[in-house]
T-cell receptor, first 113, second 112 residues
Framework: KAGVTQTPRYLIKTRGQQVTLSCSPISGHRSVSWYQQTPGQGLQFLFEYFSETQRNKGNFPGRFSGRQFSNSRSEMNVSTLELGDSALYLC????????????FGEGSRLTVL | KQEVTQIPAALSVPEGENLVLNCSFTDSAIYNLQWFRQDPGKGLTSLLLIQSSQREQTSGRLNASLDKSSGRSTLYIAASQPGDSATYLCAVPMDSNYQLIWGAGTKLIIKP
């Protein structure tokens, strides 16, 4: 069974640009959540989607957005990139079976110059 | 507000030793607690999930315990190997949803 797949794995952008990251969850998993990991702030929750609906959102500015498609694949978008957006963006999927267990992808490492 | 703390931040031990990593949380009303491993530049690998009704979980050389009353969880690694070198993170969900609150991690180095 394939794990959580995130693309692209690495990308470099310049300030002011926008970026879209993609996440394909484990087959059958309907919940997808996104996290940002930086050396200074550690892991921080961005948002969580279930059945195409955003259920929870972390404390991030409106430049960070996401969506989930009918096949449970999810994308997140960051507009007007800032240097501080450089981070590892991790996607996790869950079966939503009541256990609360999350499975993570390898992440997308974004560098903003 | 739930806070998760992991001490120590770093730990270096010789190969073969048994070791314990600590995770503490301020709000004992947790739904579950999950331990993860992260290799440098990589994503997170789920190691063990302990439900609030459980006291411990085991997987191979790993054993995680949970004491909600004291707000503590420990991850015990038996007969450590150089391949166990990684950062270990614990996390608890906010209420019963999938928004995790994370510890800062313990960076473990196993010396051959």
């Amino acid at each position: 069974k394939a794990g959580v797949t995130q693309t692209p794995r690495y990308l470099i952008k310049t300030r002011g640009q926008q970026v879209t990251l993609s996440c394909s969850p484990i087959s059958g998993h309907r919940s997808v959540s996104w996290y940002q990991q930086t050396p200074g702030q550690g892991l921080q929750f961005l948002f969580e989607y279930f059945s195409e609906t955003q259920r929870n959102k972390g404390n991030f500015p409106g430049r960070f957005s996401g969506r989930q498609f009918s096949n449970s694949r999810s994308e997140m978008n960051v507009s007007t990139l800032e240097l501080g957006d450089s981070a590892l963006y991790l996607c996790a999927s869950s079966l939503f079976d009541g256990t609360g267990e999350l499975f993570f992808g390898e992440g997308s490492r974004l560098t903003v110059l | 507000k739930q806070e998760v703390t992991q001490i120590p931040a770093a730990l270096s031990v010789p190969e073969g030793e048994n070791l314990v990593l600590n995770c503490s949380f301020t709000d004992s009303a947790i739904y579950n607690l999950q331990w993860f491993r992260q290799d440098p530049g990589k994503g997170l690998t789920s190691l063990l999930l302990i439900q609030s009704s459980q006291r411990e979980q085991t997987s191979g050389r790993l054993n995680a315990s949970l004491d909600k009353s004291s707000g503590r969880s420990t991850l015990y690694i038996a007969a450590s190997q150089p391949g166990d070198s990684a950062t270990y993170l614990c996390a608890v969900p906010m209420d019963s949803n999938y928004q995790l609150i994370w510890g800062a991690g313990t960076k473990l180095i196993i010396k051959p």
